[in-house]
C-alpha cells in the first residue's frame, strides 16, 4: 500500500447521547469516559523507547483490540464457546427447588 492509500483516522472526542434501551448503552458510556484521555501520549512514549513509528503502533494496538473477540475464540474453540453460553443459558432458568 502506498503512503497516499494509508487509511487516516482523526482521534475525536465524543460526548453522545442515547436512551436508556441502547443495546449499545454499555460501548457508548466507555467511549464517553475514554475521550477524556489522549492515547497518543502513550503511543509516543512507546514510539521513543521502541523506535516504530506512532502510526504503526496505533494500527497494531486497534487491529489488536479489534479482533481479541476472534482471536479468544480460536484459542477456547466454537464448540466451547456453545458449551459455555449453553452453561450461562442453564443458570438463569429459575430454581426448581426454590
Same mark, same amino acid.
Not at 14 to 21: E, H, I, L, S, V
Not at 23 to 35: F, I, T
Not at 84 to 92: I, P, S, V
Given at each position: 500500500?502506498? #503512503?497516499?492509500? %494509508?487509511? =487516516?483516522v482523526?482521534? %475525536?472526542?465524543?460526548?453522545? =447521547?442515547?436512551? *436508556?434501551?441502547?443495546?449499545h448503552? *454499555? +460501548?457508548?458510556? !466507555?467511549? /464517553?469516559?475514554?475521550?477524556? @484521555? !489522549?492515547? +497518543? &501520549? =502513550?503511543l509516543?512514549?512507546? $514510539?521513543? $523507547?521502541? *523506535? /516504530?513509528?506512532?502510526?504503526?503502533?496505533?494500527?497494531?494496538? @486497534?487491529?489488536?483490540w479489534?479482533?481479541?473477540? $476472534? &482471536?479468544?475464540? @480460536?484459542? /477456547?474453540?466454537?464448540?466451547? /464457546?456453545?458449551?459455555m453460553?449453553?452453561?450461562?443459558?442453564?443458570?438463569?432458568? #429459575?430454581d426448581?427447588y $426454590?
Amino acid at each position: 500500500m502506498t #503512503p497516499e492509500a %494509508e487509511p =487516516t483516522v482523526v482521534l %475525536e472526542q465524543w460526548r453522545g =447521547t442515547w436512551t *436508556n434501551d441502547d443495546p449499545h448503552a *454499555n +460501548l457508548k458510556d !466507555d467511549v /464517553v469516559a475514554l475521550c477524556v @484521555l !489522549d492515547p +497518543l &501520549e =502513550t503511543l509516543e512514549g512507546l $514510539s521513543q $523507547s521502541c *523506535n /516504530v513509528p506512532v502510526g504503526a503502533l496505533a494500527r497494531y494496538v @486497534l487491529t489488536k483490540w479489534a479482533t481479541g473477540g $476472534s &482471536e479468544g475464540m @480460536l484459542h /477456547v474453540g466454537g464448540t466451547t /464457546v456453545e458449551r459455555m453460553h449453553q452453561a450461562c443459558l442453564a443458570a438463569e432458568e #429459575p430454581d426448581l427447588y $426454590s
